[in-house]
């Protein structure tokens, strides 16, 4: 079964320096997809990232980029000049290739101190 | 461009009652996913529904029970309420079973006393 870990259960920065955010998963898989979404206070789940595993090179959003390192199942999210509105829970997921069946990780939650 | 819906935004409930929670996909989606997010948990998938049928299962009781309408919109039931299925509920949809994004709703939270 696939498992995702997240073994940071609180995080925090300073206002507009930079976090990284640890991700672990275990699966037999060789193509698959991995998520980061973020959960405000308001619940709503909000696609940060996405990466697919056949693609080598590192996911980028902005200012959100991922560091995937297949061999060892590791997929951890960096944020850039951190803003008070990065704040929130983040979760780390994986999806299998074919099927939309998310395994979430037990999440992060991101404070920013101005 | 109205996202996903779900209602109610809160439900009380005692425990051994029955529950009808519903979710409308964004527009244009026609796969709709269930997920309970316990309390400092991430989301467990409950199940997901494509064309008006069960597609997939996650590990929970028969208690919780779906159906799906033919304009996509989708109802999650849950019988014979327990203390621990407070939680929030998560309702995501996309647009076929497969390598399609998915966008979530907002929740419905659900408190058994």
């Known amino acids: 079964a696939q498992t995702v870990t997240q073994s940071q259960p609180e995080m925090s920065v300073q206002e507009a320096e930079t976090v990284t955010l640890s991700c672990t998963y275990d699966?037999?898989?060789?193509?698959?997809?991995l998520f980061w979404y973020k959960q405000p206070p308001s619940r709503q789940m909000i696609l940060v990232i996405r990466q697919e595993a056949y693609k080598q090179q590192n996911a980028t959003e902005n200012r959100f980029s991922v560091n995937f390192q297949k061999a060892a199942k590791s997929f951890s999210l960096k944020i850039s000049d951190s803003q008070l509105g990065d704040a929130a829970m983040y979760f780390c997921a994986y999806r299998k290739y074919t099927g939309n069946q998310f395994y979430f990780g037990t999440g992060t939650s991101l404070t920013v101190i101005p | 461009d109205a996202g996903v819906t779900q209602s109610p935004t809160h439900l009380i409930k005692t425990r051994g009652q029955q529950v009808t929670l519903r979710c409308s996909p964004k527009?244009?989606?026609?796969?709709v996913s269930w997920y309970q997010q316990a309390l400092g948990q991430g989301p467990q998938f409950i199940f997901q529904?494509?064309?008006?049928?069960?597609?997939q299962r996650g590990n929970f009781p028969d208690r919780f029970s779906g159906h799906q309408f033919p304009n996509y919109s989708s109802e999650l039931n849950v019988n014979a309420l327990l203390l621990g299925d407070s939680a929030l509920y998560l309702c995501a949809s996309s647009y076929g079973v497969t390598h399609q994004p998915q966008h979530f709703g907002d929740g419905t939270r659900l408190s058994i006393l």
């Open positions: 529904y494509y064309e008006e049928e069960e597609r």
């Open positions: 527009s244009g989606h026609d796969t």
């Open positions: 699966t037999s898989e060789s193509d698959y997809y």
